[in-house]
């Protein structure tokens, strides 16, 4: 170790005075510190600790009457149960989310389909996981940041974990809804605009609320269609093989900020 803890960083630490940022530094150099560990133990009121500790386990333990179908399937599949809760509680893989976002993109597919082109459809696959993102991250009575705070190896790792989880569902349901489009030659435009949105949505969240940064990636997406089909005098201009390259630039240069940015991951999932 380089660097220890401070006494009285240690004994501010014990009665809960010290800011976020401060305890998530502390904890993450007490997982490694012996040392730390022995001099924070005087500060620690064993008998709250013991009665703490014990009601952790007895909840731990417990039998869940809530794990539903989904995180005994992760389980079977060999994840780690720990990480099969914190996957299978992410609102946006939950059956009530997946099936309103089937509809939605039901809804697409006839409207793409009543209208002879793919617009309606390209335009809101992309924002599927960028939504899939910001309600896995949102603040409710189940919120997941909280659980990614209080993980040992949360922050960025688990993060991604997460995030992939909901992208790779989100590209599933849109895969699948393309086989009913009218032609078949753009039924994967969307994917590197879904990709990309959807890094940047990650990124961006490091700077403000994840709904808040959703929101403006989704206003942005739909006006920037809209103004490159009428820049272009071609409606699906967004998504032809110049877009796709610029699609693809985006994603790489998303993919190197968020890896650059990683430590504002580590402080806490996004908010």
């Known amino acids: 170790m380089s ?17 976020d940022t401060t305890v998530f530094s502390v904890e993450q150099h007490l997982l490694g510190c012996e040392r730390c560990r022995d001099a924070l133990a005087p500060s620690v009121d064993a008998a709250q ?6 009601g952790v386990a007895v909840t731990v333990h417990a039998p869940d009457p809530r794990r ?28 009530s989310w997946i099936l309103a976002v089937a509809a939605s993109l039901l809804f697409a597919t006839l409207a ?36 990614l705070s209080a993980t040992p190896t949360g922050g960025f790792r688990l993060m991604l974990i997460r995030a ?27 994917l590197l605009p879904s ?5 940047g949505t990650l990124v961006l969240s490091t700077a403000s609320t994840t709904g ?13 269609v809209f103004v490159t089909g009428r820049l272009t005098s071609e409606p699906l201009a967004a998504f032809d093989g110049s877009a796709q390259l610029v699609w693809s630039g985006l994603l790489v240069l998303g993919v190197v900020v968020m890896l650059a940015r990683r430590d504002a991951f580590e402080m806490g999932a996004p908010r």
């Open 68 to 95: 539903h179908l989904g995180e005994r399937v992760l389980i079977a599949l060999g994840l780690p149960e720990h990480r099969a809760r914190l996957l299978a509680r992410t609102p946006s893989l939950q059956p």
């Open 112 to 147: 793409a389909r009543s209208t002879g082109g793919d617009l309606p459809f390209l335009l809101a696959a992309p924002l599927v996981p960028v939504l899939g993102v910001a309600v896995a991250y949102s603040r409710s009575s189940d919120d997941p940041s909280e659980m």
């Open 212 to 224: 808040m940064v959703a929101g403006l990636v989704t206003a942005g997406w739909i006006g920037g």
């Open 195 to 199: 990709l990309a949105l959807t890094v």
């Open 164 to 190: 992939t989880a909901v992208i790779a569902v989100s590209v599933l349901i849109c895969g699948l809804a393309t086989l009913a489009l009218p032609r078949a030659g753009w039924s994967v435009a969307w």
């Open 49 to 54: 600790l013991e009665r703490i500790w014990a």
């Open 3 to 19: 660097w220890h803890v401070g006494t009285e960083t240690l004994e501010r630490y014990s009665r809960g005075a010290v800011g």
